[in-house]
């Protein structure tokens, strides 16, 4: 399957740990997107990367957000400090060329406790 | 100001029959693309339909099909000979310019297909 995957799938923690979700675009895509979805919301933009360059950040992304791609292959999501407000879908998307179509992942859904 | 608009919180659509979708977008950008993807109780997004700004021709997809109406800044989604696995989350979606980096969605709309 040469899809977007992510992993994990699912993920809970109490509030204050560190999480990392981790996305793997398809493989001959530069472009690399994350988007945060809560409940009965389309996804809201986070960032995105042109292979290992990170060249634009939502004001959606607090502090506590990190996000690489240190190899312009794979990505990792970081969240610190996690807060009950965190508690959402993860989406991460890539494209192969501006103003190409986004292929999504299914997604890493959160729950802060 | 909201970018996309998606009026239909929810809709229920006979299977085998056609329904439309409706997307109202607001751009001052001459060139944009718009999308529509499905959200299956799963959670991936699966793209569908894309309708390029400057496109003459409305977009076709199989049974999905795309009625651009570039002056009332509409994209509807028309699905036809609706079947049981189409019922699902429904996003209407649009880039603006030739940055693929700000992809704005719309709240969805809850296709329920009935037997």
């Known amino acids: 399957d040469t899809g977007v995957s992510q992993n994990p799938r699912h993920k809970i923690t109490k509030r204050g740990q560190n999480v990392t979700f981790r996305c793997d675009p398809i493989s001959e895509h530069n472009r690399l997107y994350w988007y945060r979805q809560t409940l009965g919301q389309g996804p809201e933009f986070l960032t995105y990367f042109q292979n290992e360059a990170q060249l634009e950040k939502s004001r959606l992304l607090s502090d506590r957000f990190s996000a690489e791609r240190p190899k312009g292959s794979f990505s990792t999501l970081e969240i610190q400090r996690t807060e009950q407000g965190d508690s959402a879908m993860y989406l991460c998307a890539s494209s192969s060329i501006a103003g190409g179509t986004q292929y999504f992942g299914p997604g890493t859904r959160l729950l802060v406790l | 100001a909201q970018k996309i608009t998606q009026t239909q919180p929810g809709m229920f659509v006979q299977e085998k029959e056609a329904v439309t979708l409706d997307c109202t977008y607001d751009t001052s950008d001459p060139s944009y693309g718009l999308f529509w993807y499905k959200q299956p109780s799963s959670g991936e997004m699966i793209f569908l339909i894309y309708?390029?700004?400057?496109?003459?021709q409305n977009a076709t997809e199989g049974r999905y099909s795309l009625n651009f109406q570039k002056a009332r800044k509409s994209a509807n989604l028309v699905i036809s000979a609706s079947q049981l696995g189409d019922s699902a989350m429904y996003f209407c979606?649009?880039?603006?310019?030739?940055?693929?980096?700000?992809?704005?969605f719309g709240a969805g709309t809850r296709l329920t297909v009935k037997p």
């Open positions: 979606a649009m880039r603006e310019g030739q940055r693929n980096n700000d992809m704005r």
């Open positions: 309708q390029g700004s400057y496109d003459q």
